[in-house]
């Protein structure tokens, strides 16, 4: 099959820093928006509602979100103005109120989509594929991933998953957004195991798109096995863990020969001690191998502090990865004294955390974003 034409193809356009009005905030506008912020563009969002996945970037403070409709003032300075609603008409106003404004405009033909929600395409029943799509870059996606989502009815997509490649999507597939997020909004695993069924019993191909890989703290297994429970066809495309390629894209190995001879990639979302948890955080301490945390960052000083409790080196260095693979990726060094006295500045979610001596090749000054922006 052909590689469909891009929804929104932004390719050559000199965006970066420039301000781009992006109008609507359902799933579909998911593709454009992460589009444009890969090209560094100054996103502002106009939509009275926005999905989760929306709502983190705007909470990660990646995107501007405001939560009204776009009047005549909002386009003033603006470079360009994307179209992004579910809706044909309110499509064509966007893009009449960019041209009374001379801005540029782009439609990322969501409306399109919208149109085929209920039309079934197959016949009888249809599939469930988890994709894995690895840590945020759409260049960290296998090819079988990639093939997978161009050949896909319906994405049902995390708000991690390298949403970009949502814009490479045919226009008439669906973009379902079941965005978890921290101590915020989300959508039940249940309910989410409800519309995978519901979608692939209507004859779709469903996928299911995560981010890093789907059965690494993913709840993946969840869903393959009410998709077995239910007798509909399901398969795994295994993704790129952000446990491993976070840590690398800052320059950070797991492993190093001399140095230390494995890793342990623990959930960090309950802290040492609390009776949900069932991690062995002494046994973890005193194992001598790099630790890898996920889910951490609020729990990163008492993880440190039981750390250093069962015998690690308070010099032992740290490194937070924030972002990895996406243009906002940021990371910071400490040790594991410092981090325990909840000396991290900047530390954000999401992120990686290392623990061990291969910590050591961040440099101690802050990175990346900053550095090459
Ligand atoms: N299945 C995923 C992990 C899901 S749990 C995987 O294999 O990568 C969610 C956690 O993953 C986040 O809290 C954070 O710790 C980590 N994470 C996912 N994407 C990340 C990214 N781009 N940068 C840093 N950390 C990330």
Excluded at 114 to 141: H, K, M, W
Excluded at 251 to 276: E, I, L, M, N, Y
Excluded at 360 to 370: I, K, Q, R, S, V
Aim: glycine fraction near 10%; aromatic fraction near 2%.
């Amino acid at each position: 099959m052909p590689e469909p034409a891009p929804q929104l193809d932004v390719s050559g356009l000199r965006l970066a820093g420039r301000r781009v009005v992006v109008v609507g905030g359902a799933a579909a506008a998911l593709g454009a928006v992460t589009r444009l912020l890969a090209a560094r563009a100054s996103v502002e969002v106009y939509a009275p509602r926005v999905v989760d996945s929306l709502l983190d970037l705007a909470e990660r403070g990646l995107v501007t979100w405001h939560a009204r409709e776009a009047g005549a003032d909002d386009l003033e300075r603006a470079w360009l103005l994307v179209a992004a609603t579910d809706d044909a008409a309110d499509d064509a106003a966007a893009l009449a109120s960019a041209d009374a404004a001379e801005v540029l405009s782009a439609l990322a033909s969501t409306a399109a989509r919208a149109e085929q929600v209920g039309a079934a395409p197959n016949a009888g029943v249809g599939s469930v594929t988890l994709v894995g799509g690895g840590p945020g870059d759409p260049g960290l996606l296998t090819v079988a991933g990639r093939a997978a989502l161009m050949s896909a009815d319906v994405v049902v997509t995390d708000r991690l998953a390298p949403l970009e490649v949502l814009a490479d999507l045919r226009p008439d597939v669906e973009v379902i957004d079941v965005a978890k997020i921290p101590r915020g909004a989300f959508t039940s695993q249940e309910r989410i195991n409800e519309i995978l069924l519901e979608q692939a019993r209507a004859g779709r191909r469903v996928v299911r798109f995560k981010g890093g890989d789907p059965f690494v703290f993913g709840r993946g297994m969840e869903e393959v096995l009410a998709c077995r429970e239910a007798g509909v066809p399901v398969d795994v495309v295994p993704g790129v863990t952000s446990a491993v390629a976070g840590p690398a894209l800052a320059g950070v190995p797991v492993t190093h020969r001399g140095v230390v001879q494995g890793f342990a990639v623990v959930s960090g979302h309950v802290p040492p001690g609390d009776p949900r948890g069932t991690v062995d955080w002494a046994s973890l301490g005193a194992s001598g191998v790099t630790l890898v945390v996920l889910m951490g960052v609020a729990t990163l000083p008492a993880i440190a502090a039981a750390l250093l409790d069962s015998g690690r080196d308070g010099d032992t260095p740290v490194a937070v990865v924030m972002d990895a693979g996406l243009p906002s990726h940021r990371s910071v060094r400490t040790s594991l004294s410092r981090a325990a006295a909840g000396d991290l500045p900047g530390a954000s979610s999401p992120a990686v955390t290392v623990v061990g001596d291969v910590a050591g090749f961040l440099p101690e000054a802050e990175t990346d974003a900053e550095a090459d922006a």
